[in-house]
């Protein structure tokens, strides 16, 4: 009987071990993202995703426009060669090659996500040992996760890169849509992935 018992706990003990994730878990960002930077001409130092950060700065500064911001950071990240330090640990993960741990983003989507992020002069903070929802466009969710335990400042563009490489190495057609998720790791202890929102139901449209 107390065999059992403790064989019971030791299977328990074994499944909870291999059920932790090592690195900090993706499926719930539980941090908030500190955002520092330039947007729209003005100085801004704000915490939440970067579309909260576009809300709230238009609140602050009902100047800003935050479409040309948009196509600003589009025009600005074309015509600047490679304006980020790069340490990519390629080739990334692809959702449909390690088992679909999550589930798809939109690619378009995901693109709105890494337009915003793509603000030439801004730094994207976060805690250590913590995923963090950086951005959320209907469905698509983009997480940054850090492995160090220091806070990490990021270049927000370098993000949208990073979300760029998942897209060019995981994007599928199923059912004739256009979707990609996976995970891109940087040599520095840092990691981004880019999912769907994992959202209860079907009636849940939107993060
Ligand atoms: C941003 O705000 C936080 C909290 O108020 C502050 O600790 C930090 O020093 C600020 N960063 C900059 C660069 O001003």
């Given at each position: 009987m107390h065999s059992i018992t403790l064989a019971i706990w030791v299977i328990n003990l074994i499944r909870f071990c291999i059920s932790t994730?090592?690195?900090?878990?993706?499926?719930?960002?539980?941090a908030t993202m500190r955002f520092c930077g330039m947007l729209g001409g003005h100085k801004v130092n704000l915490t939440g995703t970067i579309e909260d950060i576009y809300a709230q700065a238009k609140l602050l500064?009902?100047?800003?426009?935050i479409e040309s911001q948009i196509l600003l950071n589009a025009e600005t990240y074309e015509s600047s060669e490679s304006n980020t330090k790069r340490t990519e640990n390629k080739p990334g993960l692809c959702n449909h090659l390690i088992g679909h741990p999550w589930n798809a983003a939109d690619v378009n989507q995901l693109k709105q996500g890494m337009d915003q992020l793509r603000l030439p002069d801004a730094k994207c903070e976060v805690k250590g040992q913590t995923c963090t929802e950086v951005s959320c466009v209907g469905m698509a969710e983009i997480v940054l996760c850090s492995e160090k335990d220091d806070p990490m400042t990021i270049p927000c563009s370098t993000i949208a890169d990073y979300v760029g490489d998942i897209i060019e190495q995981c994007t599928v057609h199923p059912n004739g849509v256009t979707v990609a998720s996976g995970q891109m790791f940087d040599t520095d202890g840092w990691n981004v992935v880019a999912k769907r929102f994992p959202g209860k139901g079907r009636k849940h449209q939107k993060c």
């Open positions: 994730p090592l690195v900090p878990d993706v499926s719930e960002p539980k500064h009902p100047d800003i426009d």
